[in-house]
């Protein structure tokens, strides 16, 4: 049997499901890879919330996480409620992106990481969403980041003061991640029509939601109904050590040009390498000191000055090399 690449180079097939297939309203979809100190958490926002068998899909997907037992603790947390799968071994988390979509048999999938929470009331407001706006793709939510334990320490900019269809989203989207993934939930059929998630580990979503846009209305509530959660074992925090983001969003600017309009796409593109510039940028003083790591920094800094060169990555460059010159705090 041919192996599958851990990194899909094209959207990966999600298969549309058998016309007999018994439907809930909800899949919540919970990718796990070696997070099963957020698992619990993550759970128990969800089945605080349980609308019961009928109308929602609770399942954890999980990639041979190696830092517990996975299937005992789901057993433990849902008792029976919450369906369990292992891959047969480390497919990667694109592949394990893929296999919790094809599983999903509700006609709204809500990809939930095994690290994130559910807001109380998410499920409800995002289905009265859907019915108010049958031809939106999908719907989006405020969200909160919150650290390690769970505290709050930053929200969510609202994209738009009111509830509804977001004005000009595909323009918006395609210049700068404003969304994390607890707080999209998409309509399957969406995910059938478009493919699932491929290319890059790190942007991997930002281009989902760039290709969404470009196919379907997104509506979205500024009510804050998510929690994503900002910890530094991560695959984001990893990437940030290697510099492996920028390069991947690099590649995710490339990849989204083709969703955008002809005319637009030669300013869109230099806004978005403008807007990620600053964001690596203004990184840099995190991968220095709360990752003491002085000299992925400055390369971090350098790789931001070349993806656009403005005041903001200059001056971040030159802060970074003068710290490693004088040690600072190292």
């Given at each position: 049997?041919?192996?599958?690449?851990?990194?899909?180079?094209?959207?990966?097939?999600?298969?549309?499901?058998?016309?007999?297939?018994?439907?809930?309203?909800?899949?919540?979809?919970?990718?796990?890879?070696?997070?099963?100190?957020?698992?619990?958490?993550?759970?128990?926002?969800?089945?605080?919330?349980?609308?019961?068998?009928?109308?929602?899909?609770?399942?954890?997907?999980?990639?041979?996480?190696?830092?517990?037992?996975?299937?005992?603790?789901?057993?433990?947390?849902?008792?029976?409620?919450?369906?369990?799968?292992?891959?047969?071994?480390?497919?990667?988390?694109?592949?394990?992106?893929?296999?919790c979509l094809n599983r999903a048999k509700g006609?709204?999938?809500?990809?939930?990481?095994?690290?994130?929470?559910?807001?109380?009331?998410?499920?409800?407001?995002?289905?009265?969403?859907?019915?108010?706006?049958?031809?939106?793709?999908?719907?989006?939510?405020?969200?909160?980041?919150?650290?390690?334990?769970?505290?709050?320490?930053?929200?969510?900019?609202?994209?738009?003061?009111?509830?509804?269809?977001?004005?000009?989203?595909?323009?918006?989207?395609?210049?700068?991640?404003?969304?994390?993934?607890?707080?999209?939930?998409?309509?399957?059929?969406?995910?059938?029509?478009?493919?699932?998630?491929?290319?890059?580990?790190?942007?991997?979503?930002?281009?989902?939601?760039?290709?969404?846009a470009a196919n379907f209305p997104v509506v979205?509530?500024?009510?804050?109904?998510?929690?994503?959660?900002?910890?530094?074992?991560?695959?984001?925090?990893?990437?940030?050590?290697?510099?492996?983001?920028?390069?991947?969003?690099?590649?995710?600017?490339?990849?989204?040009?083709?969703?955008?309009?002809?005319?637009?796409?030669?300013?869109?593109?230099?806004?978005?390498?403008?807007?990620?510039?600053?964001?690596?940028?203004?990184?840099?003083?995190?991968?220095?000191?709360?990752?003491?790591?002085?000299?992925?920094?400055?390369?971090?800094?350098?790789?931001?000055?070349?993806m656009h060169q403005n005041k903001v990555t200059?001056?971040?460059?030159?802060?970074?090399?003068?710290?490693?010159?004088?040690?600072?705090?190292?």
């Open positions: 049997m041919k192996q599958l690449n851990r990194i899909p180079d094209q959207p990966p097939a999600i298969k549309p499901l058998a016309s007999a297939t018994q439907r809930p309203v909800w899949s919540v979809m919970i990718p796990t890879y070696n997070c099963s100190h957020y698992l619990e958490a993550t759970l128990k926002s969800v089945l605080d919330q349980d609308p019961g068998p009928a109308l929602m899909q609770i399942e954890v997907v999980d990639d041979c996480s190696t830092d517990g037992d996975i299937a005992a603790l789901v057993a433990r947390i849902g008792q029976g409620r919450v369906s369990f799968y292992q891959q047969p071994e480390n497919r990667g988390s694109l592949r394990n992106f893929e296999t006609h709204f999938v809500h990809l939930l990481h095994g690290d994130d929470l559910s807001g109380q009331g998410i499920y409800q407001e995002a289905a009265r969403l859907f019915e108010e706006y049958p031809h939106a793709g999908a719907i989006c939510t405020g969200f909160s980041y919150i650290n390690e334990q769970g505290i709050e320490i930053n929200k969510s900019r609202a994209l738009q003061a009111e509830t509804g269809i977001i004005k000009d989203w595909l323009a918006q989207i395609a210049t700068g991640q404003k969304m994390q993934p607890p707080a999209v939930l998409v309509r399957r059929s969406v995910y059938e029509q478009l493919g699932g998630f491929f290319g890059i580990h790190y942007g991997e979503d930002w281009e989902m939601w760039v290709r969404i979205y509530t500024p009510d804050r109904l998510a929690y994503y959660r900002v910890h530094t074992s991560n695959i984001t925090s990893r990437y940030f050590l290697s510099c492996q983001h920028i390069m991947d969003i690099a590649k995710v600017i490339e990849l989204i040009q083709p969703y955008l309009p002809a005319d637009e796409r030669s300013r869109l593109k230099r806004q978005a390498r403008y807007n990620w510039s600053l964001y690596f940028a203004r990184t840099t003083d995190m991968t220095y000191h709360k990752y003491n790591a002085p000299a992925q920094a400055l390369n971090q800094a350098g790789k931001a000055f070349r200059f001056f971040f460059f030159c802060k970074i090399l003068l710290k490693i010159m004088l040690r600072y705090k190292q």
